[in-house]
């Protein structure tokens, strides 16, 4: 694959569509296109920040977690098309604060931290664009600290499954459906729950029609949108 295309595919990346062809090139000089295979680490808790990774296409996703010595995980982030990751380890310096892990078929682009850091020098365009993104992802971030301190299990989960919902999804005869894969043990390891209790909670919703879960394809419906959201505002004051 020429330079050229890769500059072309690293253009319709939210981060960098905002700057000119003159840096995109020097961008995809240095990087490279990878489709790891399913299941492949990209890099681990503790390596070095050697790289920033674009997800260029493909049907899958990039799941970026960290494990505890339970053997537990808390997944904190999917990333797909159009997204980027790893790039606090590179503004840092520090090393790796999660896995990374590929899930399904995605093809990737690996820009080393010296071009990324070097493009960022030199190119206002990039530096507002990644302070736009790390303040979306703090907002989102805290967001979360707060529901884990202040929301029960349920809300926290309805309101997962909302961002997802909105973030990605696909609408099908069956109700709008998560793009993604999501075990229950997937969705337990989003809020740092048991599996057991995420069950119980997807068990209440298909009783009450709010969803549907397809166990063996591990695809998650929401067939009353309106009724997942009421749960995801949590419970009135005095009720």
Not at 103 to 132: D, H, M, N
Request: charged share 25%; net charge neutral; aromatic share 6%.
């Amino acid at each position: 694959m020429s330079d050229t295309r890769l500059a072309e595919e690293l253009g319709r990346i939210g981060l960098f569509q905002a700057l000119p062809a003159t840096a995109l090139a020097r961008l995809a000089e240095g990087a490279r296109r990878i489709a790891p295979a399913d299941g492949a680490p990209l890099f681990g808790q503790g390596d070095p920040p050697d790289a920033v990774y674009g997800v260029l296409e493909g049907r899958g996703r990039v799941r970026v977690g960290a494990p505890d010595n339970a053997a537990k995980r808390l997944m904190v982030e999917v990333f797909r098309a159009g997204d980027i990751f790893g790039e606090i380890g590179v503004l840092d310096g520090a090393p790796r604060s999660a896995d990374a892990v590929v899930i399904g078929e995605v093809k990737l682009a690996r820009i080393p931290a010296t071009a990324f850091l070097e493009t960022a020098e030199s190119e206002p365009a990039l530096g507002l664009a990644l302070a736009r993104l790390l303040s979306s992802r703090l907002r989102r971030t805290f967001g979360l600290l707060q529901d884990a301190t202040f929301a029960p299990l349920e809300v926290r989960l309805a309101r997962q499954v909302m961002y997802l919902l909105k973030a990605d999804s696909v609408k099908t005869d069956k109700g709008i459906r998560l793009a993604a894969r999501f075990r229950q043990g997937d969705l337990a390891d989003l809020l740092g729950a048991t599996t057991r209790s995420i069950i119980s909670i997807l068990n209440a919703w298909r009783a009450s029609n709010l969803v549907s879960y397809d166990t063996e394809k591990a695809f998650l419906f929401v067939l009353d949108e309106a009724g997942l959201a009421a749960v995801a505002a949590g419970p009135r004051d005095g009720t």
